[in-house]
């Protein structure tokens, strides 16, 4: 029988492939200039695609700086709702639910909270996405099979930007980065990405552990 941690190691070295692979098209990305017509033709293609993504799920991979390794579901309920599902060992679930966003490790009994206005990844759950306004666009480059685009939030400076990166024919989001004001960055990588018609509304209801009720103290806003 095949050991967790050998299938492990056999999981991050296929991502490792994957990174390798998006590093050579990185390399083949070219800078669109700022405000040109194929500047604005680049962001109407992703406003419209992002737009569509009312309801979804996807499988995803997360990487951290410091060679942190994790893997999940994600579901995505616009406008504001998400929630994150970790693979064991992770006990950590993430649940924003419209006003907040409640950080909740299973294992350790402990909850955080945060507004959704404070989330990094808030941009993407907004009832409609634009840019120019509220959310800034800093770059986009593109190359024969992705594009990449640099957004930061205008009203929240402190928590950083995030990077978007799309896969061409056909347009999908696949992984984002985000970079807080330390410079330390986050990878989630997406697959299996499946538009739903409905979710059940408890999915994206945080409920406080019985045992251990939740405190102010516990929470940072």
């Known amino acids: 029988m095949v050991s967790a941690s050998v299938l492990c190691a056999v999981c991050f070295l296929m991502e490792s492939d994957v990174m390798a692979a998006d590093a050579h098209r990185e390399s083949e990305r070219a800078v669109v200039p700022m405000e040109s017509g194929a500047h604005v033709l680049v962001l109407s293609r992703i406003r419209h695609y992002l737009n569509s993504l009312h309801q ?6 997360q990487f951290t700086e410091d060679g942190g390794f994790a893997r999940g579901r994600i579901s ?9 599902d970790y693979d064991p060992p992770v006990s ?11 950080f909740h490790d299973r294992a350790r009994d402990t909850v955080n909270s945060t507004s959704l206005g404070n989330f990094p990844a808030g941009f993407l759950l907004e009832r409609y996405i634009d ?3 509220r959310f800034d666009v800093t770059a986009v480059e593109v190359s024969q099979n992705d594009i990449l685009v640099n957004v930061l939030d205008k009203d929240h400076r402190d928590i950083g930007d995030i990077e978007l990166l799309f896969h061409d024919r056909p347009l999908r989001l696949a992984q984002w980065v985000i970079r807080d004001m330390r410079g330390a960055s986050t990878q ?12 059940d509304r408890d999915t994206f209801q945080f409920r406080r552990p ?8 516990r929470s940072r806003r």
């Open 210 to 217: 019985a045992q251990s009720p939740f405190s102010p103290s």
């Open 76 to 84: 995505v309920w616009r406008p504001g709702r998400m929630r994150v």
């Open 188 to 199: 989630v990588r997406l697959s299996d990405i499946r538009k739903v018609n409905s979710f």
């Open 92 to 102: 950590l679930e993430i649940i924003a639910d419209g006003r907040h966003v409640f």
């Open 56 to 61: 979804f799920t996807a499988r995803f991979s």
């Open 131 to 133: 840019f120019g306004g």
